[in-house]
């Protein structure tokens, strides 16, 4: 059947190859002057004296009758008149089950330098969302592992959650206890812009060994062309749509959103895009819908996505965020006071929600949540009066109730690293503890 449907294609296969020459290099853009392509095609830029070295670039736009490509692996030794080859598609990239436990670049080559396991099949890196009428009704718990999340921001299988910190408040060590104590089938953890010793940072003392065993990483460090953060982004969304499409619950992890957002912006600025909201270009705005909606569920299987945003300042306010909160699921807010007093995970619970929550939890749980949300809303709002001494015992039994409860919840709330502890366990824990019958 294989070989006859090859056979059917040969009439319609071009017998040319299309090349075209370079004919200038500004800033992060390769102008050439040919080959006949479209926008998001492949093409192969021969460098070197013999033209023994090929640059991958990817075709990003137009001016006049020159193609504006931005490379892949960098600009170097790229001289006018070097020949550019269209190969007539997308970017791909090589997935399968021998994937796993692999750590993988922006184009799918293994960043260890050997060779990928074979039996792997090729994957465009860019695909739809799934259609809106196909997509399956969140109603399964996915167990976390993380007490906070799975009690009071308890999250479905296919759900987008988004993880708003500020630098250094503990979004990687979340996200390594997201990866090692969740019940996914399969993790699909994006490193997009990182700081190149945090990989094996992240790797090593965050992730561990049994953590990577079940876990796909993708790695697109900091230093790297602004084009190869994108597709480290759209790289291990599809690794992630291939393990959904063989009917898995899939953990997919991106740290982070927001460098996606100012590669991006790169591109944007440097093919002439007009820049706008903070010196975000349009493109922005357009692409973050693309690459997170393609998360989520669809016939077959789910992908949980946990996608980190940079919030400078802690501003929640500023472009991206407010970009993504308005097209995900749910948000976690990690408040950089509560690291302070120790305090991890530091999620700020009066900040944070799960838009699912109440679809996948019965009544008797989300009243209990709710309890414990209103007595550390209580206690916030009289945390100076009582710091000071000014308030007394007696004069609102409201402020009482939270005063005494609130040693308890913040135990509750805390969690080490390397503590297991399943849904089930947390919701139990939770009503045991504040239930009205537990106070």
């Not at 860019?126 to 718990?141: A, F, G, M, V």
């Not at 001494?389 to 609102?396: E, F, N």
Request: proline share 5%.
């Amino acid at each position: 059947m294989k070989a006859k449907s090859l056979i059917e294609k040969v009439p319609i296969i071009s017998p040319y190859k299309w090349y075209g020459k370079v004919a200038r290099v500004v800033g992060l853009t390769i102008e050439a002057k040919g080959p006949q392509a479209s926008i998001g095609e492949l093409c192969l830029i021969y460098v070197g004296k013999a033209d023994q070295s090929l640059v991958k670039a990817e075709v990003v736009g137009f001016r006049d009758e020159h193609i504006l490509l931005m490379p892949l692996d960098g600009t170097l030794d790229i001289s006018p008149g070097s020949l550019v080859e269209a190969t007539g598609k997308p970017l791909e990239v090589k997935v399968g089950f021998g994937l796993i436990g692999q750590i993988i670049d922006g184009c799918g080559e293994p960043l260890n330098g050997k060779e990928l396991p074979k039996g792997l099949t090729p994957f465009p890196t860019e695909n739809r969302p799934p259609n809106p009428l196909d997509r399956p009704r969140i109603t399964d718990k996915m167990s976390l592992g993380v007490r906070a999340i799975d009690s009071l921001f308890t999250v479905g299988k296919g759900q987008r959650i988004g993880i708003f910190a500020g630098s250094g408040v503990g979004k990687s060590t979340l996200l390594a206890m997201l990866a090692k104590n969740s019940a996914a089938d399969i993790n699909v953890i994006a490193l997009i812009g990182e700081r190149g010793r945090e990989v094996k940072d992240f790797i090593e003392r965050d992730l561990g060994e049994d953590g990577l065993k079940n876990t796909v990483l993708v790695v697109a460090t900091s230093d790297q062309p602004a084009l190869m953060r994108i597709k480290g982004a759209m790289t291990a969304t599809a690794v992630a749509e291939y393990f959904r499409k063989q009917g898995l619950n899939v953990n997919l992890m991106m740290d982070s959103v927001t460098r996606f957002a100012m590669a991006q912006r790169e591109v944007g600025l440097a093919i002439g895009e007009p820049p706008t909201t903070k010196g975000y270009t349009p493109s922005v705005f357009a692409m973050l819908p693309k690459l997170l909606e393609r998360s989520g569920t669809d016939v077959h299987g789910s992908i949980t996505a946990f996608y980190t945003v940079l919030v400078d300042g802690d501003d929640m306010n500023e472009p991206i965020a407010d970009a993504v909160r308005g097209i995900l699921d749910g948000h976690l807010v990690l408040d950089r006071k509560l690291a302070n007093k120790g305090q991890f995970p530091a999620i700020n619970v009066l900040r944070s929600i799960s838009r699912v929550m109440t679809d996948i939890t019965n009544e008797s749980h989300r009243q209990v949540a709710e309890i414990v949300r209103t007595l550390l809303s209580t206690y916030y709002d009289s945390e100076d009066l009582i710091n000071i001494g000014a308030y007394k015992r007696g004069s609102s039994r409201e402020i009482d109730e939270a005063i005494q409860a609130y040693p308890k919840i913040i135990a509750f709330l805390k969690q080490s690293t390397d503590e297991k502890v399943t849904l089930e366990e947390s919701v139990e824990q939770l009503i045991q503890e504040f239930g009205r019958g537990g106070q």
